[in-house]
């Protein structure tokens, strides 16, 4: 371990040489007169003080004072050599460190939870900085003054010397046999943190979700059980770091004692002049010193042994595949994008795409659809070279993509994700992020299209405004339209966007759509959406459905085939939400669509129709909260919703059962009866729902008791 640690704290130096090498000399000097400054005793005492010799004494005072004087003189060059050495390293390593992640694959990020990563940085890169400056100091100090201070004790007095050897054994077989365990505490304790770190993290991003479904006490819980298993690891460490000091000093003072008697009776016997022994004593008390510091070290050594390879582990996560240099210049000729039998998946076991064989012609526009999870983001991710197939491969205008200058072709492309990630900044960096030497003017220009421009200018300090945390002081429709704004402005070839409209209202969505139909003149335009009526005028619409390719071609052409398209269309269909976004309404034929509806007279339908209410929500707010008691049922005429099950178990303390969509309804179940909610219902999106009643319905139903029976018989076969 020891050789491991200082084989890698000399090659974090080596880009220093001389400075390292001006260090360990000035270093060197200092040493050199600490450790044989006790000499000078013996000189002292025998040479000058019993033989009462003044002139010997004054010479010997300046020859100690001037040595003294250049020692300290070059002790105060090695600090600033050592600061300025440490500092370095730190820049270096956080440097490589952060150089290596900019260049890591992107699934590593989705397997490892950030608190590691950052703990990187805020863990070990300290506690290298920390071992650097205690073993580079009083490690390196230590060692000297004992090598020197051993060899000069036995010019001394050889018989002593030995005891004092055979001591030192004494006092590091405690450290050498403790050392293990205390490594093993150490890696425990430095995971114990990242996961606390983590979980903090996750705490202040969770805010409103936490306060939403009131679930403060379940988190203290929680994290209180985390402190406890943290607090046992905590205080094993501490004891193991402290028997790993206490022991060495037992044994040194059983040392002490042996070396007091034993000197004192040599010099009783005459076999050791007093000088000698007066510099044997100071000398072997700065060599305690030194062995009682080299203890020090030794849980710094352990500590950064830990530290060094845990970051040896993030070096080694894998790099993005290698691309090729091919700089195929999409401006020229506009891309034309297939898929030849592509499979994939993110884990062994399962696929997530399977043979996904499609063609989207240059200057096109195609929609990705489906149902939630069928892999209409992965193939977005694909194109972007995020990830590889693993059976067949992707072709831009006829190019394998891997054979691409993968910066260049990304530069091509401007992407709109579900969830767009502002930086800490201005608006105006944000925007420009995607074209750094764009103007202001073509800046605001692209907010102009993005509809954000009026917004901005609203703010008083507009462009200049900063963003706060990752966006939080915009909305989410507002953030989608700066990273649509970021798209605008590079002005791609491609322009892939994925649920690029989500969190928008409608009249925003119609219009940023209508944008969208603009842009898409003269580039390729991939577009993936669960709003089937955004994308009715797509060139092409690839349906997708548990990661296969179920359905192809316009519009007008699936609907009149009645496939898995048809099924979705309908879904949707017949469900309208008013450009303001605050009023639903759902048509009679849409309602006879729903199971427990079906075959009734559309008469009663209409009169069902107008008993429905607009409820509107906020994304990522709680709808449905488990143990509840239910009494409405949920339509979803606009938005995204995700269903979660708590589970303890699990790392966010609830596992997702499904996401609901546009066209979805949830808690039938209640309209048949009052039992209490099985799982809880939160907005992805901002959601528009149209809400029906129990009790108003069975008002209705009361006065049809034909369609009661039916209804409650349907309800209870959902139900089973
Ligand atoms: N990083 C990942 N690691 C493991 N599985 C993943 C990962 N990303 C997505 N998946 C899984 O791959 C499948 C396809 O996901 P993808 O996001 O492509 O679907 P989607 O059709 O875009 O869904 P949505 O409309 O909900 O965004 C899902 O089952 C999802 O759980």
Avoid at 643 to 651: L, R, V
């Amino acid at each position: 371990m020891v050789l491991t640690v200082i084989r890698h704290l000399l090659s974090y130096m080596r880009a220093y040489k001389p400075l390292a090498a001006f260090f360990f000399l000035a270093l060197l000097l200092d040493l050199a007169f600490l450790s044989l400054a006790p000499l000078s005793f013996k000189v002292l005492i025998d040479k000058a003080i019993i033989p009462q010799d003044i002139d010997y004494f004054v010479l010997i005072l300046l020859v100690v004072g001037i040595s003294g004087l250049i020692c300290m003189s070059a002790g105060v060059a090695s600090d600033y050599a050592l600061a300025k050495l440490t500092a370095r390293v730190q820049k270096d390593l956080r440097q490589r460190l952060f150089e290596h992640m900019q260049h890591v694959n992107i699934g590593f990020f989705q397997k490892t939870r950030s608190s590691e990563l950052l703990s990187y940085f805020s863990v070990d890169l300290p506690s290298i900085e920390r071992a650097m400056n205690s073993i580079l100091t009083i490690g390196i100090q230590s060692v000297t003054v004992v090598v020197i201070s051993t060899a000069v004790l036995f010019y001394l007095q050889w018989s002593m010397a030995v005891a004092i050897l055979l001591g030192a054994v004494l006092i590091f077989l405690g450290p050498y046999l403790l050392g293990r365990r205390a490594q093993a505490m150490n890696v425990l304790h430095k995971e114990q943190l990242e996961i606390m770190i983590g979980d903090l993290q996750e705490n202040i991003k969770a805010q409103k979700v936490i306060k939403g479904f009131n679930l403060q006490h379940a988190m203290t819980n929680k994290f209180t059980s985390r402190l406890q298993t943290m607090f046992l690891i905590h205080y094993r460490k501490n004891v193991i770091n402290a028997q790993l000091e206490r022991l060495p000093m037992v044994s040194l003072l059983l040392v002490n004692l042996t070396i007091i008697g034993l000197g004192s009776y040599l010099a009783l016997r005459g076999h050791i002049t007093l000088g000698a022994l007066v510099a044997f004593f100071t000398m072997y008390t700065s060599m305690g010193n030194s062995v009682f510091n080299l203890t020090f070290t030794i849980t710094a050594f352990t500590d950064v042994s830990v530290s060094i390879e845990r970051m040896q582990k993030l070096m080694q996560a894998p790099l993005e595949a290698a691309d090729g240099s091919y700089m195929e210049h999409l401006q020229e000729q506009l891309p034309e994008i297939r898929f030849a039998d592509v499979s994939f998946k993110y884990t062994e076991d399962r696929d997530v795409l399977k043979k996904i064989d499609l063609h989207i012609p240059p200057g096109s526009t195609a929609a990705f659809v489906g149902s939630s999870g069928s892999g209409k983001s992965t193939l977005v991710q694909l194109i972007l070279g995020f990830y590889e197939p693993g059976e067949g491969h992707i072709e831009i205008n006829r190019h394998r993509l891997e054979t691409l200058n993968r910066g260049y072709f990304r530069e091509q492309i401007g992407v709109v994700f579900q969830e767009n990630f502002l930086f800490n900044g201005t608006i105006l960096d944000n925007i420009r992020i995607s074209k750094p030497e764009a103007s202001t003017e073509e800046v605001i220009e692209a907010a102009k299209k993005a509809e954000i421009h009026d917004y901005i200018t609203s703010l008083p300090a507009r462009y200049e405004t900063v963003v706060l945390d990752e966006g939080a002081n915009f909305s989410g429709g507002q953030r989608q339209r700066l990273a649509i704004a970021r798209a605008i402005l590079r002005n791609p070839p491609i322009l892939l966007l994925d649920e690029a409209t989500s969190a928008l209202d409608p009249i925003s969505e119609a219009s940023i759509n209508r944008t969208f139909e603009e842009l898409s003149k003269n580039r390729t335009v991939v577009t993936v959406t669960h709003r089937l009526s955004s994308i009715t005028g797509a060139d092409s619409i690839f349906v997708f459905d548990q990661g296969r390719l179920v359905d192809s071609g316009t519009h007008q052409e699936m609907l009149h085939n009645g496939g898995y398209y048809k099924e979705l269309w309908d879904k949707q269909n017949g469900l309208s939400v008013s450009l303001s976004g605050q009023e639903a309404e759902i048509d009679g034929e849409r309602l006879a669509r729903l199971p427990f509806f079906r075959g009734i007279d559309m008469d009663v339908l209409k009169e069902i129709k107008g008993l429905f209410n607009t409820e509107t929500f906020a994304a990522g707010q709680p709808v449905i909260h488990a143990g509840e008691q239910g009494e409405k049922f949920y339509l979803i005429a606009r938005g995204r919703v995700e269903i979660t099950k708590h589970d303890p178990a699990a790392e966010e303390g609830k596992v997702r059962l499904a996401i609901l969509e546009d066209g979805d309804h949830f808690g039938e179940i209640a309209l048949l009866e009052n039992i209490p909610r099985t799982a809880d219902v939160t907005t992805i999106t901002p959601c528009v729902f149209l809400t029906l009643q129990r009790k108003v319905l069975y008002y209705v139903l009361s006065k049809y008791p034909e369609i009661d029976t039916r209804v409650r018989q349907t309800l209870k076969e959902r139900k089973n």
